[in-house]
């Protein structure tokens, strides 16, 4: 018996030994814990300060919160809504600065990312900004551009805090919501930019007959035609400047709508207001409509050319070329007319195979009374009239 207890004391011993040993390793750990867990983690590394104080404070409720107290972090931008045309150089404006005033300089990092319109439905919410893609990220001197931005894209620098976006060469496709977003240390901010072009909206319809476009068949009949499927946005601006077609079309976005200014029988009926006629979301392989296409400025000149006799469409091909051109396309002739200015009251050939011309100044026998595109549908091919060239 007393062996044995020997025995128990001795392991006690030797048991609290070994818990002796194990806290004095575990001691460093939990300084090292303790200190990561000080309000505003500042502890863990004593030479880093971002200028920026946090307190921790109980609300009563056994729940910590972090309450901020210091320098504010504001950015802000002076416009938040810009147009340009096709090809330009443009500048989305994005400022920040802090409050009280800093003495010295900080170092900041700056992130610029891109919501395409055919995406945008609602105002900016989380769901949105995480569909975004980045654009440019610069912090100092270092910067980096991505995807079709990549090249095209720099920070303005104007002034301190100016972190204004500059896209150069702007294209049909970048249109959308841009955020301007400056990090420093636990602060982040942001403003939203919104990018428009200007251009004109067209309908369109296939060589086939009406309503023979899956979504996929618009894109790609837009994009032959030098132009995109408009965004709502743009549909509703057209509208908003008289605009009426009584067939359904795509939009960027899935949906299928029409403008109608003239409310009447077979086109939403008449006791309906003017506006957007809108059949909603449809499946975008099965179901076939229109189009309605988005044309901003071109670089090149749409001229009719100015030839003895009139052509079938083989030769008016050939005599654009002959002209050191190319048979112009119907998204050309609509941006011309529209933002140019052009005016032919004499009917030509376009690339799709389709017959028309652009009044701006209605005149008799030029049509109807309104300004506009007058079209002559898609005509045999031997019949013969003049040709539209783009160069």
């Known amino acids: 018996m007393r062996r044995r207890r020997a025995e128990d004391t001795t392991l006690g011993q030797l048991l609290i030994s070994e818990n002796s040993i194990m806290l004095s390793l575990l001691r460093p750990l939990l300084a090292v814990c303790l200190c990561l867990l000080l309000p505003g983690g ?3 590394n004593p030479g880093y300060s971002n200028g920026f104080h946090y307190q921790d404070i109980s609300n009563g409720n056994g729940n910590g919160e972090i309450y901020f107290n210091g320098i ?12 340009a045309t096709r090809g330009s150089t443009v500048t989305l404006p994005c400022h920040y600065h802090y409050e009280p005033e800093l003495s010295a300089p900080r170092r900041t990092r700056v992130k610029w990312s891109w919501l395409p319109a055919n995406t945008i439905h609602a105002p900016a919410s989380p769901e949105a900004f995480a569909r975004e893609t980045e654009v440019m990220v610069a912090m100092g001197n270092r910067h980096r551009s991505y995807g079709s931005f990549r090249g095209r894209v720099r920070l303005r620098r104007s002034a301190p805090g100016d972190m204004s976006l500059v896209i150069n060469e702007l294209q049909l496709n970048d ?5 301007c977003e400056v990090i420093d240390g636990l602060e982040d901010e942001s403003v939203t930019v919104e990018l428009e072009l200007r251009g004109v ?7 086939k ?88 400025s ?13 052509l079938n469409f083989t030769e008016a091909v050939q005599a654009c070329a002959s002209d050191g051109c190319q048979i112009a396309k119907v998204g050309q002739l609509y941006a011309a007319w529209r933002l140019m200015g052009l005016d032919r009251c004499d009917a030509g050939w376009l690339a799709d195979g389709s017959v028309r011309y652009p009044i701006t100044k209605a005149r008799a ?27």
């Open 72 to 83: 504010r972090l504001h950015v802000d931008s002076p416009q938040l809504s810009v147009s």
């Open 298 to 310: 071109v670089k090149g000149t749409v001229y009719f050319l100015n030839n003895q006799t009139k």
């Open 209 to 296: 007959g009406r309503y023979q476009f899956n979504f996929f068949g618009a894109q790609q009949a837009c994009q032959d035609q030098e132009a995109t499927l408009a965004t709502f946005e743009q549909l509703f601006t057209a509208w908003e400047e008289g605009l009426d077609w009584c067939n359904a079309g795509w939009l960027a976005d899935g949906t299928v709508q029409y403008p109608i200014t003239v409310p009447r029988d077979g086109c939403g009926g008449v006791d309906i207001a003017p506006g957007l006629r809108s059949y909603g979301q449809r499946h975008r392989l099965l179901y076939r409509y229109d189009a309605f296409c988005f044309s901003a």
């Open 201 to 207: 909206v067209f309908p369109y319809y296939s060589q």
């Open 42 to 44: 500042q502890g863990w």
């Open 365 to 391: 026998n030029c049509g109807p009374p309104e300004p506009g595109v007058r079209s002559f549908g898609f005509p045999p091919l031997y019949l013969k009239f003049g040709v539209y060239c783009y160069r």
């Open 175 to 179: 249109t959308g919501r841009y955020r």
